[in-house]
């Protein structure tokens, strides 16, 4: 991986894992994870945190000033003895990019160290196709937003850039879009902006978001599902998004569930997705309109065909009555996937998210109604059912807070 230009955000070489260099290299990162939970702190909190003398303290915070990382920010209120110094985080001093990759569009968001928004860009014009140049757009797309000032470059620390499909986050290759060469993408990413870059999964990153916004949570088991125009799985277990060996866990989608005969995007048959998808209820919208039902979307269309996904949704939370019972049978059947998730999982809480969860009711009551008739009850009775709040943005804050995780705890979780 290319290295930051913060040295403390480099991971060390295997041979120079001993010595007391490496033991200062962590030290200084389990103070800025401190600083970072905690806020403003004194060197003898630090000290007897870590079971580490004052002297030693002392001069690693010098260095981690020395470096622009943490300040000196005065001295402690207190009314017994000497007043300590509290040392905090200067959260300008950081940044992590987020790219999230739309079928059509790119969103660009730059948050600092503190999570504070800098600078987010929606709806930047980009085709999405597994091509050299669709990739060259990409990168180019990524420096003219980082350019737009010119102290930005030098305070990022990671990118993150999302995409749908299967992604390896460890190799940094993405299976279904730029595998056209062996170069992994995150790497071609990294000589294209000089700065260090991780690919991730959409859905993981998006359930990475709605994770880190329930922090009330604590069991942290946890399942995010992205009902879009495909359909996701993120998953927290214990505390830890659930990877697999390769990244490929939570092809939830692709589960072989119907006896249906339709192929799926995937190559299979009567994966879940062939029914339950923003992809599948374009088809069966169609459908139905040429066996001879109506719909209020008629009168909108010249062409019938150019309905999508959203304008279904919006027909149905406009009383569309097609649109409703669709998205109402879609809803059932994901109610019967779901319950088979609650059984394997066990989770305190199940999010879901996506397109196809702005129909709201006309979605989520069918789906409660289905898992509670096929769920065991005990183990029902432990999950929370909610939906997204919908927050804009969320797969670029996503890939900004994977990015902090990732800085803060550089082994893969
Ligand atoms: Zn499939």
Redesign the pocket.
Known sequence: MKQSKHSIFNDIPDEQKSGVVFKNHQLKKKIIKLLDKKGATTINDISKKFNSSSPKVNKLIQELIDEGLIEDLGKAETDVGRRPHLYGLIGDSMYFLGVDLGRNSIEIGLMDFNENPIHFSRDIEFNLENSEKSLLQLCDIINRFIDQNPGWRNKIVRIGVNLSGRVNHLSGYSHNFFNFTKTPLSSILEEKTGVPCFIENDTRARAFYEFYSHKSKDSGNILYINADYGLGLGVLAQGRLLYGKSGYAGEF??IPFFDNEII?????KG?L??EVSGRALEKQFKDKLKEGQSSSLQHSFVNLENIRMDDIIKAANNDDTLSIELIGVMAEKLGKGVTTLIHLYNPELIIFGGALAKSKDHFFLPLQMTVNKYSLSIVRADTQLELSKGTEGAGVLGACYLAKHKVLNPNPS
Do not use: S
């Open positions: 989608g692709h799926c995007i995937c190559g299979k994966c997705e062939t």
